[in-house]
């Protein structure tokens, strides 16, 4: 594959790990993890460390640019920064009039990712078997809490951005959906709508030693124990399912930041219990059939992606 070919392919695996990681539910970090690049995206980001401010101070521009892997990054962000503005807009408006059928193609997409995902395992046994369950379990528990109201502290803040940013990066765990957790998801919005310097700043301070502390961590993982980890990230997209189920009924609603009534706790339903609530049909037939596209989809993807293991 020539260079040209190779950034292009990189920057559309940035387009879609920002179009996962726009949907609350859904990971950038099982985009990665799926197209073979999960285990360098950690690297770069750990390569932001004393040496890289060392080669910046010292104007070393180049040396810095090879060491944190930065036409890896330049390519992987310009796709997911594509991706949060050009559809950020349209997925949330496809949510909104269309849920059943836009949860039921992700939920789709993460049932085949989980599989494929699980295939890197190299030999299972029954620990790693175990390790995938607990990493289901610890899902599932996540995306069954309810949003809390929580101190707008500078501290809760800085320790929110950190948790937030830690989970953007782990398969099947939404950032955007602890942020909502831990109470500060409308908060953080309005800051950012609001341009208030202070509390993004804060924020993101909380944002970049998470993520570099959570990186190495997960890095080192990856390292010394393969299997295990990789068994444990698939379990979490396992679990995650339990978020991203397409029938839901809506138990209590939050204002965002348009005045607009969107769902704050739902619950998961069957079909039948959906078409009986909305007077109508729960789209069963269309859902099931966006669910195999995504599959599809990826299962083609993947056979024509890169053959590198996490």
């Known amino acids: 594959m020539n260079t040209i070919k190779k950034h292009l392919v990189l920057y ?5 790990m ?26 770069a980001i750990k390569s932001i460390d004393a040496e890289a401010l060392r080669w910046l101070f010292n104007g070393k521009i180049a040396k810095l640019w090879k060491h944190v892997d930065g036409t890896f990054l330049l390519f ?22 269309h849920p059943v059928q836009i949860w039921a193609f992700f939920f789709g997409l ?8 699980a295939k890197r395992v190299r030999r299972w046994s029954a620990g790693k078997a175990f390790a995938l369950l607990i990493g289901a379990v610890i899902a599932y528990a996540v995306t069954s809490l309810t949003p809390a109201t929580t101190p707008d ?3 809760f803040l800085f320790i929110s951005g950190a948790i937030a940013i830690c989970a953007m990066i782990l398969p099947g765990i939404s950032g955007s959906f602890l942020l909502l957790i ?16 202070t509390t993004i700043l804060i924020f993101a301070l909380g944002c970049l030693v998470g993520l570099l502390t959570f990186s190495r961590f997960i890095s080192w993982t990856l390292k010394r124990f393969h299997d295990m980890t990789v068994a444990v990230l698939a379990g979490f997209m396992v679990g995650s399912l339990n978020k ?27 079909p039948e219990t959906y078409a009986n609530l909305h007077d109508g049909s729960a789209h069963t037939l269309e859902a099931l059939a966006l669910a195999l596209g995504a599959i599809i989809v990826v299962y083609v993807f993947e056979s024509f992606a890169s053959k590198k293991t996490v």
């Open 12 to 16: 559309l695996k940035g387009v879609l």
């Open 110 to 117: 993460v049932i085949i990712s989980s599989y494929l995902v």
């Open 244 to 270: 991203i189920w397409p029938w839901k009924q809506v138990l209590e609603t939050r204002l965002n930041s348009k005045g607009v009534e969107v769902p704050l706790v739902e619950q998961n339903i069957l």
């Open 18 to 43: 920002g179009v996962a990681d726009v949907v609350p539910g859904v990971s950038g970090g099982t985009i990665a993890l799926l197209t073979g690049i999960y285990e360098r995206l950690l690297n």
């Open 182 to 197: 831990l109470g500060k998801y409308k908060f953080v919005m309005h800051a950012l709508k609001t341009f208030d310097v």
């Open 153 to 155: 502290s500078p501290f």
């Open 76 to 97: 992987l962000l310009g796709g997911i920064a594509t991706s949060l503005v050009l559809f950020a807009g349209i997925i949330h408006g496809l949510l909104e009039t």
